[in-house]
């Protein structure tokens, strides 16, 4: 297996420096000892993480979807779409998740509001740049400032969080912990500051807790 690693590490080197520096999965747990990677931390392609005994992390690719609980002591070496692990466990599962996270750019408020203002005139709404599939949103929204979350579809559904730069790692808003849940099937824009993205609830969404990577918002 350590040849492997080297072997991966090896064609990992030869992608594209742009390529290799794009966080390509995020830390959704870390329990015990484990370097290399913290809490909602975004790992990028070749990055290495040494877990000691006793402890466990938990990725989740933004590409391909694949969630990765990783425990016992050893080495793991992230990919652009899955791990490569050396002595510790790996568990996979496919998760329900917008592939299109790992490339998704905010547009500046004051272009999204001439998109809709056209969407008015044109009896139409603006394209979700996402979808999510959990209802209750993990807003990345860092430093202070006034979190907007509206429905776009049916009017009157707003949600509004003043934020003092005390959240999780200074940039992290669980809705979950908020006990606020969205609209299954609604269509919704989440704004701060000069940053604002559209996106649509799956249908099938549940509130709470749900996987990260399928309810991760990227405003900053």
């Known amino acids: 297996m350590k040849r492997a690693i080297v072997a991966c590490l090896g064609l990992l080197a030869l992608a594209s420096p742009a390529a290799a520096d794009s966080p390509v999965a995020v830390v959704e747990d870390i329990k015990g000892k484990v370097t290399g990677a913290e809490f909602m ?16 992390v938990v990725l989740s690719y933004l590409k391909s979807c694949r969630r990765e609980t990783i425990t ?31 490339n998704a ?9 001439a ?3 056209r969407s008015a005139t044109t009896a139409s709404l603006p394209a979700p740049q996402l979808t999510l599939y959990g209802a209750s949103p993990f807003v990345q929204a860092k430093g202070r400032g006034t979190l907007v979350v509206r429905r776009l579809d049916v009017a009157g559904e707003r949600h ?16 979950a912990g ?22 649509r609830v799956d249908a099938q969404a549940q509130p709470g ?12």
Do not use: H, M
């Open 41 to 56: 931390d975004y790992v990028t392609a070749r990055s290495v993480i040494k877990i000691a005994d006793g402890g466990s």
């Open 72 to 102: 016992g002591a050893g080495t793991v070496v992230v990919g652009n779409e899955e791990s490569i692990v050396d002595q510790a466990v790996l568990k996979a599962e496919k998760t329900n998740c917008d592939s299109n996270q790992a």
């Open 105 to 113: 750019t905010t547009k500046d408020t004051s272009a999204v509001a």
């Open 115 to 117: 998109t809709l203002l």
């Open 160 to 175: 509004q969080i003043a934020l003092g730069g005390t959240q999780l790692k200074g940039k992290f808003v669980d809705f």
């Open 178 to 199: 908020e006990n606020v849940a969205l609209v299954p099937g609604g269509l919704y824009a989440a704004s701060f500051k000069s940053s604002e993205i559209v996106f």
């Open 209 to 220: 807790a749900t996987p990260i990577v399928g309810r991760l918002l990227r405003l900053d």
